[in-house]
């Protein structure tokens, strides 16, 4: 019987005497555990987006990798390297996207931007807009200026038309043939080493 008694009342202690206010108590754990678990998932989210894009048409946010702080003067070894990703601050966060990039037989860099009026980060470039350019996982700080003199534009869609022929193919980067005329809607920016400090 005294055993009993003890069973009841160890019952008695966890139950509430009022059943609404364990019912709002559970309601409560339960909106705590949704919480944590929604900012768990856009914690990981965001990091794997970040690790893994721009991926496609998929804009990226910060390129990660190792940052290379000596300015270059010379970019030719650009055109060795298929795929380029630029980040630019856009006012609203860091945007980043795939793209390609050419220098000039005197190294000079450029990034495409072909149907530009159509591309969001092209309309966000001011003039010594500071960027980061990522070639095979390297960072390199750089400063973008967009070009509109007739002469420079030809010169890097000259460059752009050569890569191309080594690195062009599919979709989303056709190989143009090798007497490509410039089309209007095409952007191209230049872009130095951004002064270090």
Not at 122 to 137: A, D, E, F, K
Request: aromatic share 8%; with cysteine; glycine share 10%.
């Amino acid at each position: 019987m005294e055993y009993a008694g003890r069973v009841g009342r160890s019952e008695r202690v966890g139950m509430s005497k009022d059943p609404g206010t364990a019912r709002r108590f559970s309601a409560t754990k339960i909106l705590i555990g949704a919480a944590l678990i929604l900012i768990i998932v856009a914690v990981a989210g965001v990091a794997v987006w970040t690790a893994a894009c721009p991926c496609n048409g998929v804009p990226g946010f910060v390129l990660l990798g190792p940052v290379h702080t000596e300015p270059v003067t010379d970019w030719k070894f650009v055109n060795d390297v298929p795929l380029c990703q630029i980040q630019i601050n856009t006012g609203l966060g860091p945007h980043s996207v795939n793209l390609n990039c050419m220098a000039t037989p005197d190294g000079q860099l450029y990034l495409s931007c072909s149907v530009a009026n159509r591309k969001y980060w092209c309309s966000q470039v001011r003039p010594n807009h500071p960027g980061r350019l990522r070639l095979n996982g390297t960072v390199y700080p750089v400063v973008l200026n967009r070009v509109i003199d007739p002469a420079t534009l030809e010169a890097a869609w000259d460059a752009r038309v050569k890569k191309l022929q080594i690195y062009g193919g599919g979709v989303n980067n056709p190989k143009p043939a090798p007497d490509a005329k410039r089309p209007d809607s095409w952007w191209t920016f230049h872009l130095t080493s951004a002064p270090s400090g």
